[in-house]
């Protein structure tokens, strides 16, 4: 940034006319605004001008210089960028509401509505109505502000930068806290901004201030790097000459590191070569020049293909664009490359600033389907939404810097079936290491409380999965009409990376505290999933007749599953589960099947196989086995084919006409939540069957697995109900047992 004294000096002159009607402190900056903008109409700017020398006479800065002076730089600091008239007006006035007689009305009726909003928007807070939150408040204000205009911000990373320019006069611990106010709040909205003008100078001016040996010593290696000759030098004059006999204009510079940017690289890399001070700056006009000047480089020297990245079609979120290279060229000299368009290096540089406001800004992004809403990009938007929600100062501003303090932003793409989404659907811009909670909030607000799991790129996923940039998100919801609706776990708090969920997951929790919990039955005791006429034990039956129920208690069921029945104990939630397995009827040969199998070999007893659990219609397959029992399996069952190869012989049975009811096992696998088990036993009633034995198998990674022994009164009912248990929200698949459950 070019010296400020001539203002200084222009100031102290007082505000003689020029021929052109503009005070003589006004020159520089109306030079360096008419090179932007040609045909300005400087009248009020000078107008503006007038009011703010008037206003502010008399007052001076602790520097010792008259205090319009400040609003002065800012201004050219502004026009530097680009900044249009408008902004450039309100800079000008920008601290008289805050700092003199001139009132926000009378700023509104000499200037317009665009004026007053910009100046009231950087107008601070008094420490009279809002004691130690006056600060944070303020942000909040601006923030809130900068949300229907960005230039609001723009004004006030300009006035933050020229006052750490000055900051020196002020005691070393208000030094110290404006610093690292300026650290962790106004360089980060400067990069997400994109003014890297304003940001690279922010940065060395707050690290030498809480860093000062390290600033120092990064000083010292520039200083040491600048007494030698820069090899750069000799590596630009080869790369002009390639692309001149290539037939492209360029312009090719070299782009010193700062101060920061040096110390970074040196804690990345060690000690630093004689190339790494700086870097070459290739500009172009059109967006295709950029790749042929990346062909060439790449054809004539050496690239290093890890350090390149093409940010022009994936611009990063603050609207940057350019491709990064990296070469060697003969002598071994490595050399990194910035290419872009003249009207790209303008954007990198000033952001938005140069383009106005966000609605400018989102359309010279090329990315229409940013996430953007009309407060601003993706990122405002979301600061906007969870600060309305942020009622207490503490909170607001803890969250902020959590915000802030994020690097980066991906875009997702977000998609759930049959719930409409609050936010529209489509592209939806996150923070980077946001996680599936996170997305659901930003989704849906608070409706996001009743997520129960998520698809990532098609495969299921826990909600703790950190997203990438690209990823396909499918969310389930719990249907809003559920009884006694679910809610977010404590453990949600350690996924959620933005702060609209963390707050909505707090705030749910503290409405809604957790009940004690219960102590959990012995087994057989109450709680348990058991059946009736639990202690008659499985009774072995003959093919050529009908007897006593199998299952006890008289409930006429013909056909038994083989292998151990379960009984479990569970809170009926996503959490805190314990279960257990318990054979029944020990001492009893294994659950055989009633006479509903029919045999040739009479007075053999028949046993379902567990390991594939056939009922009818299932086209099945018998083998003999010791004591002249004959197992029973279905025709795909593996271990037929097994049996089959080993030379066994397999026995005709079939399935006797008119049989009906059957006991079977089938396996949900679903998204844990809570009351889970009491839907999916209400599915269960709801057609018919009843409920033998059940199991929950305690959560991995948030995915559970319902194991039940049901009585149906008609085999015919079994694709029907395992249709419903899949329809039961979180549940992903129903399938029938595959095998026999180990004994535990």
């Excluded at 406001?357 to 979301?382: V, Y």
């Excluded at 058991?530 to 056909?559: C, L, V």
């Amino acid at each position: 940034m070019r010296s400020l004294r001539r203002l200084s000096r222009a100031a102290l002159l007082g505000q003689a006319p020029r021929r052109d009607g503009l005070p003589d402190a006004m020159e520089h900056v109306a030079k360096v605004h008419r090179a932007h903008h040609p045909g300005a109409d400087l009248g009020a700017l000078r107008r503006a001008y007038v009011l703010a020398e008037s206003s502010h006479r008399g007052q001076m800065r602790k520097s010792g210089e008259p205090y319009i002076t400040h609003p002065l730089a800012v201004t050219l600091l502004l026009a530097q960028l680009g900044a249009e008239t408008i902004t450039l007006t309100a800079s000008l006035l920008h601290d008289t509401v805050e700092d003199t007689d001139v009132t926000l009305e009378q700023v509104r009726k000499e200037f317009g509505e665009e004026v007053a909003y910009l100046v009231d928007g950087v107008t601070k807070l008094e420490k009279v109505d809002y004691g130690a939150a006056a600060e944070p408040e303020t942000f909040r204000k601006m923030l809130v502000a900068t949300g229907n205009d960005v230039r609001v911000m723009s004004i006030k990373l300009a006035d933050r930068l020229h006052n750490m320019r000055t900051l020196g006069v002020m005691r070393p611990e208000k030094q110290v806290r404006i610093a690292k106010i300026t650290r962790d709040v106004l360089i980060p909205l400067a990069e997400r901004l994109g003014v890297q003008a304003l940001k690279s100078e922010l940065e060395d001016l707050t690290f030498a201030i809480l860093h000062p040996e390290e600033h120092a010593l990064a000083r010292e290696l520039i200083a040491e790097h600048t007494r030698e000759p820069d090899p750069l030098t000799g590596v630009a004059t080869s790369v002009r000459r390639l692309l001149r006999e290539a037939d492209i204009a360029a312009q090719v510079l070299i782009r010193p590191r700062h101060t920061v940017s040096v110390h970074r690289l040196r804690l990345k890399r060690g000690e630093l070569g004689p190339c790494d001070f700086g870097r070459l700056l290739i500009l172009v006009e059109e967006d295709a020049d950029c790749y042929a000047v990346l062909g060439e480089l790449h054809t004539c020297f050496t690239p290093l293909v890890a350090e390149f990245k093409d940010f022009i079609a994936a611009p990063k979120f603050n609207l940057y664009r350019s491709l990064h290279t990296a070469f060697a060229d003969e002598e071994g000299r490595v050399a990194e490359v910035l290419v872009r368009t003249r009207q790209m290096h303008r954007v990198a540089e000033a952001g938005v600033i140069a383009l106005g406001d966000p609605h400018r800004a989102a359309a010279q992004s090329g990315d229409g389907e940013s996430g953007a809403e009309p407060g601003g990009p993706g990122w405002l938007s979301r600061l906007l939404e969870w600060q309305s929600h942020a009622t207490d100062t503490e909170t607001f501003w803890a969250e902020l810097h959590d915000e802030l303090a994020q690097d980066g932003e991906i875009t997702v793409y977000c998609a759930s079936p049959g719930v409409p989404p609050a936010a529209g659907g489509g592209a939806l811009p996150l923070p980077a290491g946001a996680t599936c909670v996170d997305a659901a909030y930003a989704q849906y607000g608070e409706a996001a409380h009743r997520c129960i799991g998520a698809r990532v790129n098609g495969r299921l996923t826990a909600l703790s999965t950190v997203l990438r940039d690209g990823d396909a998100v499918q969310l389930f919801m719990e249907p809003a009409a559920a009884s006694v609706p679910s809610g977010p776990s404590p453990e949600w708090l350690d996924h959620a990376r933005t702060p609209a969920a963390r707050i909505a997951i707090r705030q749910w929790l503290a409405a809604h505290p957790p009940a004690q919990e219960p102590e959990l039955a012995p087994a057989g005791g109450a709680g348990a999933a058991e059946a009736p006429g639990r202690g008659d034990e499985t009774r072995p039956w003959s093919s050529a007749g009908a007897g006593p129920s199998a299952s006890g208690g008289g409930s006429g069921a013909p056909y038994e599953l083989g292998g151990a029945a379960e009984d479990a104990h569970t809170d009926g939630g996503a959490g805190g589960r314990t279960a257990r397995r318990r054979a029944w009827g020990r001492g009893a040969p294994a659950a055989e099947a009633a006479a509903s199998v029919v045999v040739e070999e009479p007075h053999s007893l028949v046993r379902l196989a567990g390991c594939c659990t056939p009922v009818p219609p299932d086209s099945v397959t018998g083998f003999a086995v010791r004591g002249g029992t004959v197992t029973v399996h279905r025709d795909n069952c593996h271990s037929v084919a097994r049996m089959t190869a080993t030379g066994r012989r397999p026995v005709p049975v079939r399935w006797e006409q008119g049989a009906s009811g059957c006991r079977v096992t089938l396996r949900a696998e679903a998204l844990g939540r809570t009351h889970l088990l009491a839907d999916l036993t209400e599915i269960i009633a709801a057609q018919g069957a009843t409920v033998v034995s059940a199991e929950v198998e305690p959560p991995r990674e948030q995915r559970v697995l319902h194991t039940y022994t049901l009585q149906l009164p008609d085999a015919a009912g079994l694709p029907a109900l395992m249709r419903a248990m899949r329809g039961v929200p979180g549940v992903y698949d129903v399938t029938r047992a595959a095998r026999p459950l180990p004994a535990r």
